[in-house]
Nanobody, 130 residues
Framework: QVQLVESGGGLVQPGGSLRLSCAASGFTLDYYWIGWFRQAPGKEREGVSCISSSDGRVYYADSVKGRFTISRDNGKNTVYLEMNSLKPEDTAIYYC???????????????????????WGQGTQVTVSA
């Protein structure tokens, strides 16, 4: 059974850090783009960051650039999202999902669009509050 499981969320104060993990079971992540997305109450799901399967391409939403870092460890079949300098507006449920294909010539906005991904995990809650 193909499954992604997110973990690492929690309650953190503004300015704090968290590291989210996206672990795959039932398949290997090696051949997939992995995207991180988030959805706050009353808002649409939005792209946060994504990483290519093998050539090192990464993209970030403008709102997290310089604060979040995405990485992957194919040996552990896991993708990470390191989140620093967290703000209250980062509060949301964070999801990971997969995309196939190299995607050469496609734009950053394409890769950060949730509609281009599948195999969604159940999400992990991140709350940034004093």
């Amino acid at each position: 059974q193909v499954q992604l499981v997110e973990s690492g969320g929690g309650l953190v104060q503004p300015g704090g850090s968290l590291r989210l993990s996206c672990a795959a079971s039932g398949f290997t992540l090696d051949y997939y783009w992995i995207g991180w997305f988030r959805q706050a109450p009353g808002k649409e799901r939005e792209g946060v960051s994504c990483i290519s399967s093998s050539d090192g391409r990464v993209y970030y939403a403008d709102s997290v650039k310089g604060r979040f870092t995405i990485s992957r460890d194919n040996g552990k079949n896991t993708v990470y999202l390191e989140m620093n300098s967290l703000k209250p507006e980062d509060t949301a449920i964070y999801y990971c999902a997969t995309r196939t294909g190299a995607g050469w010539g496609l734009t950053r906005l394409y890769f950060l669009n949730p509609s281009n991904y599948k195999n969604w995990g159940q999400g992990t809650q991140v709350t940034v509050s004093a």
